[in-house]
């Protein structure tokens, strides 16, 4: 695998692949006092952050430094961006100094495709605009399989702001990808539009497109297997997507009342940061139910599978097609 | 797989020539056999079996039930995936990762016998040695191999081996076992030079 970019068109075997893998690590690196692996010594992985973040950019460079990588940090705040250097000419730049790899987040949709077209290196999208966030959607498949066993035929409702999130893009192609069936619940104003026929627009699926669309999220909950939370974006919101803050937690925040109406085995899942009272209550996002802290912690464990099957081997195969 | 040209990977081509070298019933007799000299070795003391993924897993199960049924101190057995550790990650395919599973009290201090299919360069067993010392630091630790096919390129000596193949390089053993393969046979298969 040469670049991750999206998980539009990721074939089944390779998504298992990577999260096999992560299982491996996380389970071989358990209770573990020395967390550092030799496999990527001597390689050089760059994040490259135009937009602000901790636990993406922290969880990449912990993913890394346990696999030896040699990790450098640039937030464009601080670099030769605020001077005028353009996406391109930053990245060509940091791969003449010999990065072997760029973890971007770029506001704008498309920038890591952009990229990877652009340098020799080995391109990670770490989150481009309201596009794609594809190890946040691994992550979150690694916390739903390690709880739900089998994704095949589970149900995933996803809450909230689905038209700016990359979030609730990457999860959905993916977890369709897994088998699973999607519900997405949100007021009509932050969905996109017709979402519920893209699987016309996607010629490679190959299968059909499970998701439907619904505004009431008291009737969705009730057999959902899982349910994720997605923050409500509002630096990304220039204009009124509902009248307010409060409206928006009593229509479609996961409160208490509504915890009681999943069922008991069901999975919360919130991409983080929170944002308590508004999509989460508090008591909610502390309950066992919710499985936020795996989330976080499988993160790293995603993240150095996807360096592992990008960086340590000859490159010209995909994870899954492996010579056993 | 532990051992890049030791065994699977059979070439779409398919090898020119291939014989049995061990039956069913011999890799039986030789399991035993290996069981009673890690007995006579290190008896009273209980050793750490640790397979090395895929057939040494298998291997080190084997090797422990016989140890028990044949009175020797109950062995713990593990699983140590050496992958992460390989030098030689960068020149072939990435390879999948597979679990370690390493007893809970760790490897201070305990006598472990590092088992796999075939010993060929020794590599494999030197990435195992580098990350066995993150688990802990035993006492000792030896090695069982089913076969040893020689063309060693490290300093690495097995304790106990089930059976000396001398090989050429054009050579390929393939280790069968019934949790992996659904039979027990070891074959030695034969390719035309560059075939591979």
Same mark, same amino acid.
């Given at each position: ?40 010594? #001597? ?5 490259? +952050? ?9 969880? +990449? ?5 346990? /696999? ?48 990877? #077209? ?39 409702? =996803? ?12 999860? !959905? ?8 069936? =999607? ?55 220039? $204009?009124? +997507? ?5 409206? %928006? ?42 499985? !936020? ?10 993240? /150095?599978?996807?360096?592992? %099957? ?15 | ?6 065994? #699977? ?8 020539? *291939? ?19 890690? !007995? ?11 397979? =090395? ?16 049924? +044949? ?48 010993? %060929? ?28 096919? $020689? ?43 560059? *075939?591979?």
């Amino acid at each position: 695998m040469r670049h991750l970019l999206t998980t539009t068109g990721l074939p089944r075997k390779t998504v298992t692949a990577l999260l096999d893998s992560a299982e491996a690590l996380k389970q071989s690196l358990l209770g573990r006092e020395v967390r550092k692996l030799p496999t990527l010594r #001597g390689r050089t992985v760059v994040t490259l +952050f135009y937009e602000s973040s901790t636990r993406t950019r922290v969880s +990449f460079e912990i993913a890394g430094k346990w /696999m030896s990588a040699d990790v450098v940090n640039i937030s464009a705040g601080g670099s030769a961006v605020v001077k005028g250097e353009s996406l391109r000419d930053t990245a060509l730049t940091l791969t003449a100094m010999g990065a072997d790899c760029v973890v971007l987040r770029h506001p704008a949709s498309g920038a890591a495709h952009r990229l990877a #077209g652009w340098v020799a290196a080995h391109v990670i999208n770490a989150g481009d605009g309201t596009h794609q966030h594809p190890t946040q959607a691994l992550l979150d498949a690694a916390t739903l399989r390690e709880r739900l066993g089998d994704l095949n035929g589970r149900t995933v409702t =996803i809450v909230g702001d689905v038209l700016h999130s990359r979030v609730a893009r990457s999860n !959905i192609e993916l977890l369709i990808t897994l088998g699973a069936r =999607i519900r997405l619940v949100a007021p009509p104003t932050l969905l996109p539009w017709d979402v519920a026929h893209w699987g016309n627009a996607l010629a490679s699926t190959d299968c059909d497109w499970p998701v439907t669309v619904s505004h009431d999220l008291d009737a969705a909950l009730p057999g959902s297997d899982a349910v994720m939370m997605l923050r409500v974006q509002a630096e990304r919101m220039h $204009g009124e +997507f509902f009248p307010s803050g409060r409206e %928006y937690a009593i229509s479609y925040g996961l409160t208490e009342a509504r915890l009681g109406l999943l069922p008991e085995h069901a999975v919360v899942l919130h991409p983080g940061p929170m944002l308590r009272g508004m999509e989460i209550a508090h008591s909610v996002a502390d309950s066992p139910r919710a499985a !936020i802290t795996e989330q976080v912690r499988n993160g790293v464990h995603v993240r /150095m599978a996807v360096l592992y %099957y990008l960086l340590a081997g000859r490159d010209d195969q995909a994870p899954g097609e492996e010579q056993v | 797989m532990s051992s890049p040209s030791g065994t #699977g990977a059979v070439g779409a081509a398919g090898p020119l020539r *291939q014989r049995e070298l061990l039956s069913a019933a011999e890799v039986a007799r030789i399991v035993a056999r290996m069981a009673h000299q890690i !007995i006579e070795r290190t008896a009273p003391e209980p050793v750490v079996m640790v397979g =090395i993924p895929t057939r040494g897993v298998p291997l080190a199960h084997r090797l422990a039930d016989r140890i028990r049924e +044949f009175g020797g101190p109950a062995p713990v057995v593990g699983t140590l995936d050496v992958t992460l550790y390989r030098d030689d990650l960068r020149r072939r395919p990435t390879r999948p990762l597979r679990a370690t599973e390493l007893p809970a009290a760790g490897l201070d201090d305990a006598l472990v016998v590092l088992v796999d299919d075939v010993l %060929y360069s020794g590599r494999t067993v030197a990435a195992a040695l580098d990350a066995l010392r993150e688990y802990g630091r035993p006492r000792a630790v030896q090695l069982a191999v089913l076969v040893d096919r $020689g063309h060693r390129e490290l300093p690495i000596r097995p304790d106990y081996v089930g059976k000396n193949v001398p090989t050429s390089r054009d050579e390929e053993i393939g280790v069968l076992l019934r949790e992996t393969d659904h039979t027990d046979a070891v074959m030695l298969r034969a390719y035309d030079r560059g *075939q591979r």
